[in-house]
């Protein structure tokens, strides 16, 4: 049975990370701080990453699975506090490729600060580089758009509200925009087959292979309760973020790395539908933002 450390473990790609490790059959150590339940099965570390002292020290863990770092300073204060692994895998993003950069994002593109996602994307830069010059064999995962079960923040579920209320989807430009997903089980799926084999990639754009428009994806989410969106188009020159859950640019990857070592993912639609069932009875876990009230102010 494989040892793994998971930072985090109570909210959406951490927590569904436990879960599914657990499932599997690993021996799951968690680190968090303890403010929220714990998934069944894991092994509780409470503490602050940055506060860790001696905590860690007694610990060998086959893998590290860093799902909870976001700057330069989580990598040094969690390095610094670990004791012996085998393995590391952090979680990064997308984001640190430029949107003005040549499209798909390969993995060799330089990195620079993208005017979308600004500090997030600096920070996640800046943790890519101080853990190559800690763990130089360290794997890093630079996923889009990731979605399923879980998932708190408010994208599909946004969606999901409108096609429930029979609500017109208000549509930025002629929803042409091209988006990129990645279900959170496949993330789990690319991370086990990197424990398991060590593939020679260390530095992984994961993701579907196919992308879909803006428009293609909010069909796709009406259809989920059997419904039909009839869309209202909206002025570019109008902020989208005020009323849609995605930045204004093409967010595409080149994933042909990743599929070499993980050729099969969860087909979108049925993700999706797995989303939505899950929702249906989890409302209350996902992160609201004040959508409607916008649009019904200043767009109707």
Not at 163 to 190: I, M, N, S, T
């Amino acid at each position: 049975m494989k040892k793994i450390l998971i930072t985090g473990g109570t909210t959406f790609v951490s927590k569904y990370a436990a879960a599914y490790f657990v499932q599997r059959g690993y021996e799951v150590y968690v680190l968090n701080r303890n403010t929220k339940p714990q998934v069944d099965g894991v092994r509780l570390i409470e503490g602050d990453r940055h506060c860790l002292g001696d905590a860690l020290k007694r610990f060998s863990f086959d893998s590290v699975v860093d799902i909870t770092s976001y700057d330069a300073r989580d990598i040094t204060d969690l390095c610094d506090a670990l004791g012996s692994f085998g393995q590391y895998i952090m979680i990064s993003s997308g984001a640190v490729y430029p949107e003005d950069a040549e499209k798909p994002f390969r993995e060799e593109s330089p990195r620079a600060v993208n005017r979308f996602w600004g500090k997030y994307g600096a920070d996640k830069m800046e943790a890519e580089t101080e853990l190559l010059k800690r763990v130089p064999d360290a794997y890093l995962l630079r996923p889009p758009y990731l979605y399923g079960p879980m998932n708190n923040v408010y994208r599909e579920a946004f969606v999901f509200d409108c096609a429930k209320a029979d609500r017109k989807f208000y549509l930025p430009g002629d929803g042409g925009q091209r988006l990129q997903f990645f279900h959170v089980r496949d993330l789990c799926g690319v991370m086990e087959v990197i424990m398991e084999t060590k593939p020679a990639a260390h530095i992984l754009n994961v993701g579907n292979s196919v992308t879909v428009s803006v428009k293609e994806w909010v069909t796709m989410c009406y259809a989920c309760f059997g419904k039909e969106p009839s869309f209202v188009n909206v002025s570019k020159e109008i902020e989208q973020r005020n009323y849609f859950s995605f930045y204004d640019y093409d967010y595409v990857l080149d994933v042909q790395k990743m599929q070499a070592v993980y050729p099969n993912t969860i087909p979108f639609e049925e993700g999706l539908k797995e989303s939505a069932k899950w929702y249906q009875t989890n409302e209350e876990a996902v992160n609201k933002k004040a959508y409607f009230a916008y649009i019904d102010e200043n767009l109707t």
